[in-house]
T-cell receptor, first 114, second 114 residues
Framework: ETGVTQSPTHLIKTRGQQVTLRCSSQ?????VSWYQQALGQGPQFIFQ???????GRGNFPPRFSGLQFPNYSSELNVNALELDDSALYLC?????????????FGPGTRLLVL | AQKVTQAQTEISVVEKEDVTLDCVYETRDTTYYLFWYKQPPSGELVFLIRRNSFDEQNEISGRYSWNFQKSTSSFNFTITASQVVDSAVYFCALIGTSYDKVIFGPGTSLSVIP
């Protein structure tokens, strides 16, 4: 296990609702990245947070937003949920001084939008 | 643009056979890192190996070996004497010098049949 935890493990929402997913990074890691993995596909980068600031963003609309807290844990918020938002959402943490290029992933949150 | 291609969508082998998973990448960065991750049915991405662009030495770890060839932009992964526990989806991935987003390939689903 990597030490990266995510909650909840599973979630069911309806179209138009809002959702918040949570991630606790591995001890000592100050960088958190979020990915969306649709069924049968590879993970797609959503954004990254480094020391509480957004450090890079993929091709996702503004209704996908995030936060990183002083303890380096993070949230992913998705507003106005759409059916296509159904996916596995993965959080990954990394450390800026050593091994910064390697991201360690949590178990993911499976979101189903009905 | 950065891209990772895994041409093999699904592979089935009988236990104890050797199997090679192919990975071809594209990047304009001169410094980059390549990874292999394993994703069992539980969903968590398990880090297997990291290789930087300046190190073309092949690596062996137990039954796993990796062949990095910069000339052909390939980073192939071989499992020797496959076991049922090797059944999973395997992702090849790339990160450039921005160290933010990891670019994943579409994955290869490996089934090892007893």
């Amino acid at each position: 296990e990597t030490g990266v935890t995510q909650s909840p493990t599973h979630l069911i929402k309806t179209r138009g609702q809002q959702v918040t997913l949570r991630c606790s990074s591995q001890s000592g890691h100050n960088t958190v990245s979020w990915y969306q993995q649709a069924l049968g596909q590879g993970p797609q980068f959503i954004f990254q947070y480094y020391r509480e600031e957004e450090n890079g963003r993929g091709n996702f609309p503004p209704r996908f937003s995030g936060l990183q807290f002083p303890n380096y844990s993070s949230e992913l918020n998705v507003n106005a949920l759409e059916l296509d938002d159904s996916a596995l959402y993965l959080c990954a943490s990394s450390f800026d001084r050593e091994d910064q290029e390697t991201q360690y992933f949590g178990p993911g949150t499976r979101l189903l939008v009905l | 643009a950065q891209k990772v291609t895994q041409a093999q969508t699904e592979i089935s082998v009988v236990e104890k056979e050797d199997v090679t998973l192919d990975c071809v990448y594209e990047t304009r960065d001169t410094t980059y890192y390549l990874f292999w991750y394993k994703q069992p049915p539980s969903g968590e991405l398990v880090f297997l190996i990291r290789r930087n662009s300046f190190d073309e030495q092949n690596e062996i770890s137990g039954r796993y070996s990796w062949n990095f060839q910069k000339s052909t932009s390939s980073f192939n992964f071989t499992i020797t004497a496959s076991q049922v526990v090797d059944s999973a989806v395997y992702f090849c991935a790339l990160i450039g010098t921005s160290y933010d987003k990891v670019i994943f390939g579409p994955g290869t689903s490996l089934s090892v049949i007893p």
